[in-house]
């Protein structure tokens, strides 16, 4: 691999260079990103149904994505967006520093990251959850769009994930495997008629996870409000953050409908994509879920790097891993926007 110093303009001539001794050509360094200036929002927490400001900030090379409660005395801690901080997998994903402090709900946030490719960042948080906002990723890929996206000079690279490692619980399963990027299978099936079986398939690019994704909102059922309150949870939840279905399981209440004619199973595939970039960077594999949630897929994470054989880290050839053409356009999603 080049170093860092390497620029587009000096390729032509080390590729000719290298073409005359029969070298393979070389690939020029994918870079970390971080955002280019600092950005806020305020809103909702889902389940505290508690008003919060978020503010996104750019961050170091090789520092990693933190949080920070700014709302607890002396500055708040630095939380690890890492899948050993997560302390409870109950309807969100939460992550916790030593003391007990948590960010509840971080899974939508975090895809929106995965999505844009955003290495670096340092969440500040005056609250116990990230805002809900409409329930999906999209108002966090617009909020990064915003601030702006930077290359930074340290090189990128990813967790290759080397041999199969699954996880299963019951009739639920999720499973990693070798691969040269990153994509996301997940399946559910649901008794329920209006969900019913439904299968998503997305493999990570530029653009894929923001067209085909990223406006999936969280859904819930009608009939479990009462008790989902009871416990604590959904507290924030209303029809301008979730898709709910009726008491009777044939339509959904939201007077705009579904965004996506699947929006149930992409929103699973948005929950998969948040939670896996807890690995800490990107994966080099295929993620298969079957009736997976946010505690089984930390669960695998765990699974693969309490075994150090099956993972290695490795330099990103390309943003998005080394996806042979032909494999990539058989991987392609079917158009299935329907608003
Ligand atoms: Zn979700």
Same mark, same amino acid.
């Given at each position: ?33 971080? =955002? ?47 899948? *050993? ?34 290495? %670096? ?11 809900? +906002? ?15 996206? &930077? ?23 999720? +499973? ?15 008794? %329920?008629? =209006? ?9 990570? %690019? ?35 953050? *979730? ?29 998969? &994509?948040?939670?896996?970039? =807890? ?17 089984? %897929?930390?669960?695998? =994470? ?38």
């Amino acid at each position: 691999m080049f170093d860092t110093g390497t620029s587009l303009e000096t390729l032509p001539t080390l590729a000719s260079e290298a073409f005359e001794r029969h070298l393979p050509p070389a690939v020029p360094a994918v870079r970390q990103r971080t =955002l280019k200036s600092s950005i806020s929002c305020t809103g909702v927490g889902l389940h505290s149904g508690t008003k919060i400001t978020m503010t996104l900030h750019p961050a170091a090379p090789d520092s990693g994505i933190f949080f920070r409660r700014v709302d607890i005395a002396g500055g708040g801690a630095l939380i690890p967006a890492h899948w *050993a901080s997560v302390s409870d997998t109950r309807l969100n994903t939460c992550v916790s520093d030593a003391s007990g402090v948590s960010v509840h709900t971080i899974e939508h946030l975090m895809a929106a990251l995965a999505g844009m490719s955003i290495d %670096n960042a340092v969440i500040d948080i005056n609250g116990p959850e990230v805002p809900v +906002m409409d329930g999906s990723a999209a108002p966090f890929v617009f909020l990064v769009e915003c601030a702006g996206v &930077v290359e930074q000079a340290a090189p990128r690279c990813a967790i290759k994930v080397l041999k199969r490692v699954a996880i299963e619980d019951g009739d639920k399963l999720a +499973m990693l495997t070798p691969d040269h990027c990153f994509s996301v299978n997940v399946e559910i099936n649901f008794a %329920n008629p =209006l969900i019913g079986r439904q299968d998503c398939w997305l493999t990570m %690019n530029g653009q894929s996870f923001k067209s085909e994704v990223s406006r999936a909102r969280t859904f819930g059922f009608e009939h479990e409000v009462a008790a989902l309150r009871a416990a604590g949870l959904a507290k924030g939840g209303s029809l301008d953050n *979730a898709v709910v279905i009726s008491s009777d399981g044939r339509q959904v209440v939201n007077d705009e409908g579904l965004r996506y004619e699947d929006e149930f199973v992409r929103h699973k595939v948005l929950d998969a &994509v948040g939670d896996l970039y =807890l690995a800490g960077a990107p994966l080099l594999a295929h993620f298969y879920g079957l009736r997976t949630g946010h505690g089984l %897929n930390n669960r695998l =994470l765990a699974t693969l790097f309490a075994d150090r054989s099956a993972w290695t880290v490795v330099p990103m050839e390309s943003r998005e891993g080394r996806i042979p053409a032909a494999a990539a356009a058989s991987r392609r999603l079917p158009a299935a926007a329907i608003a």
